[in-house]
């Protein structure tokens, strides 16, 4: 055997027992029969004296280690957490939110009715674990971290679905059952804000917060500007007459988009350009300046040319974000 394949057999650190539980190599017996977690064939426990104990396919395979091992991991949270489901039992989660900014603690089975051993959300996108509602509605996913999986595409994805996304390392070895253990390991890649969810009359949805963002350019004066404002906990929430959208950062990169511009330190303005109907151009800004932050939306007509320009002024601390948006939407 090469040092490859043997460094290959090594990493077989997980199988399933004839009962179908997962046992890593710590904890495995002679005389035991022990099956691939991946493809279900039979595999030998190695305890020798020579080599560091490992599993071992009994015939050839195309099984990675770490596709076993993502295997086995999601095998052992998806029986803890049937268990869990079954028996009724809380489990706590907290997260400091990127929403609100304030610290939030949950029941992750809240509503939860089952729990599916590998989930294909849109047949491309795979979560190891879907916890779901009575109704079919996933309420929470876990995906096994490691090298290779999962890639930054399908977290990414997975985020903007305002799923709660649990990543776990497949490093992890179970001990004891104990999943609230292996849970403070994994990390919160997306996680609903219970402030937002409770504040109905928010405007977060993008077509709806584009069209607002167009409408208020097309009476007079033909620009707006105003400032991220703190409601109720929530924060960067910007007022546009009645409507109330809800607008941080990441929100604005994703529903309007634009070229960011660090300005000087702790200022910067994304600006962002739409067409108008009309043969013209909205011109959008979204500021940061130190601890402040507001919008701007202008409209120019087709025969202008806005030419934003931004002096030293702006870079004195007095200066906040709504004096650099008022400043770019209403010069010229």
């Not at 280690?65 to 079954?86: F, G, K, M, N, Y």
């Amino acid at each position: 055997m090469n040092k490859s394949m043997i460094s290959n057999a090594i990493a077989y650190r997980w199988a399933l027992n004839e009962a179908g539980y997962p046992i890593p190599i710590t904890a495995a017996q002679r005389g035991q029969r022990y099956f691939c977690p991946l493809c279900h064939g039979p595999m030998i426990a190695r305890l020798g004296d020579q080599l560091q104990h490992h599993f071992g396919h009994e015939d050839n395979t195309d099984c990675t280690p770490q596709a076993v091992t993502r295997a086995a991991v999601r095998r052992w949270i998806t029986i803890q957490l049937r268990d869990a489901v079954s028996k009724h039992q809380v489990i706590k989660i907290e997260w400091d939110c990127s929403k609100c900014g304030n610290h939030h603690s949950a029941n992750l089975l809240e509503g939860v009715t089952q729990v599916l051993e590998g989930h294909l959300w849109d047949r491309v996108h795979y979560a190891d674990v879907a916890l779901e509602d009575a109704a079919g509605n996933d309420r929470a996913l876990i995906l096994i971290q490691d090298e290779l999986m999962p890639l930054p595409e399908t977290l990414t994805f997975f985020i903007k679905q305002r799923v709660f996304t649990i990543t776990i390392p497949a490093t992890i070895t179970p001990a004891e059952g104990d999943f609230v253990a292996i849970l403070s390991q994994g990390q919160i890649v997306g996680a609903s804000c219970p402030m937002l969810q409770a504040a109905s009359n928010i405007i977060q949805d993008p077509e709806t917060q584009r069209q607002i963002l167009r409408d208020v350019v097309a009476r007079w004066p033909g620009y707006f500007y105003g400032p991220l404002e703190t409601i109720d906990g929530l924060a960067h929430i910007l007022r546009i007459g009645n409507h109330e959208l809800w607008l941080p950062p990441e929100q604005w990169r994703d529903v309007i988009g634009g070229t960011r511009n660090p300005l000087a330190p702790a200022v910067q303005v994304t600006m962002q350009t739409w067409p108008h109907t009309d043969g013209g151009v909205i011109w959008l800004y979204y500021a940061i300046v130190r601890d402040t932050g507001a919008v701007g939306i202008r409209r120019y007509g087709p025969t202008q040319t806005p030419m934003p320009y931004i002096d030293a002024r702006f870079r004195n601390r007095q200066t906040t974000a709504l004096d650099l948006v008022k400043y770019l939407v209403t010069q010229g």
